[in-house]
């Protein structure tokens, strides 16, 4: 029967951490085996189905925790032990050490059911489990298809109220939450990122304020509907309206509304933005281009939400959550009196900055694996994949235009090419430059220090100590650089 899920060799030093009452145990053991969801663990003294912790390294800069019930002893063959899910980021630094060390420890047999040979086009023959383990969505699409199983092998500890919990979670929280298209839909593995899902995630729940900075292309509107899908708003109206986009004399109208015949060309009551997006949130896109006369409306509006659509003698009530976003300097216009300090803090109640596309390391290529698939899904396209110089060109590239520049140019390559692999040509960016033999940052005088630096931390995963060993610097160094250069890690 194959494995739930591929196991690896290795040879990882851990604490295994017991709870015993209010004191704890620890002891040092070595992972001999590990997956998913368990490992082969030696020198482990604890007596079968008690519950533990191990705390491991997977790089001089990751630490995880893996809680899991030791479910066998074994004598010389190691302890096994079965793993709780932890949390998406534990997971995901976890699959992508197996990933790493899968591609290391290569070999013609199934690691799910042993089988030799006879795997085509990335599936084993016999089990038919997808192998392409480099493919971006892996861990996710392997999740959602064992998923099933993962719960079966829980149910013995369940009780009938948590089987109630559990069906009604899914029906209320997950099904009804958001639509899984394209459009709507982050990925990202950079620590930045992360940062950025985390806060996602803890400001979503309650009524706060928002405001996202970030350039153009970075996702700041993808970001706005995240807040509001994860919120109690979310089956109520998500509007989404770009103060930039419309004429300063009929933004007012746009946003508060007017009544019949309270100017030339209104022959209708019509309601404003704030109004269509009552019980719901209200996505302000380019906040920084508002004029002043609709920055004092705003305030005003904030403080008490109350909307008096114009033309009207009286206003009403509306409640209504306002995420607001730009990508210009916002504090320099406060320094310049562009923007009013009082309707800053009043937005600003919890801020989320989006990095630029050149700042994420390597969820370039991440992001262009997982756009090229999600277009290819949509119609019959030549292209297969991207090319090694194509993937190096796109993580090179500098990308003003960010993650639209990206998928706009994924597009039209996809539509153009005419071979089965993207070309650098396709994606109309320069082909990357010869190799050249790694050397310290001293010699490197006629590159700039931010392409080194930024090179370097891709090339090690952003892992502090490792990228200042390959410059030859000190790890202070690196982040003075880090700090200097406004590189996020």
Known sequence: ?????????????????????????????TIRELSLNGALVDQLRGHPDQTLTLLTEL???????????????SGTKGSAVHFYYSDRNT???????????????????CPYCGNEGNAAEGQCGQCRQSLA???????????????????????????????HKIIKYIDRELLNLQDRSTDQEFVGTCPTMLRVFSMIN???????????LGESGTGKELTARAIHQRSPRMDKPFVAFNCAAIPEGLLEAELFGYQRGSFTGAVDTKKGKFELADGGTIFLDEIGDLSPHLQAKLLRFLEDRIVERIGSKRGHRVDV???AATNCDIHQRLENGGFRDDLFFRLNAFCIKLPPLRERGGDKVVLARYIFRKISETGHFTPQGFSEEALKAIS??????????????????MVMAG?????????????????VAPTDLHRQVSKSKKEIVLAALEENNYVIARTARSLGISRPSLYSMMKKFKIEH
Not at 21 to 26: A, N, Y
Not at 91 to 109: C, D, K, N
């Open 1 to 29: 029967m194959p494995r739930l899920d591929v196991r690896i060799k290795t040879n990882l030093r851990a604490r295994a951490v017991y709870a015993t009452g209010p004191e704890q145990r620890e002891e040092v053991v």
């Open 59 to 73: 790089s001089p800069a990751r630490q995880i925790r893996l809680q899991g019930d030791l479910v066998r002893r």
């Open 91 to 109: 997971t995901s630094a976890l699959w992508h050490y197996i990933s790493a060390q899968l591609q290391q420890q290569s070999t013609s047999h």
């Open 133 to 163: 383990f480099q493919d971006a969505d892996y861990l996710d699409v392997h999740l959602l298809e064992t998923l099933a199983a993962r719960i079966q092998s829980r149910i013995p500890k369940l009780n009938a109220d948590h089987c």
């Open 202 to 212: 803890k400001v979503a729940g309650t009524d706060l304020n928002v405001l996202i």
């Open 321 to 323: 959550r306002i995420i």
């Open 396 to 413: 090179r590239h500098d990308w003003p235009g960010n993650v639209r520049e990206l998928i706009n140019k994924i597009r039209r390559a």
């Open 419 to 435: 071979s089965d692999l993207l070309e650098p040509a396709d994606l109309e960016l320069e082909p990357p430059a010869p190799t």
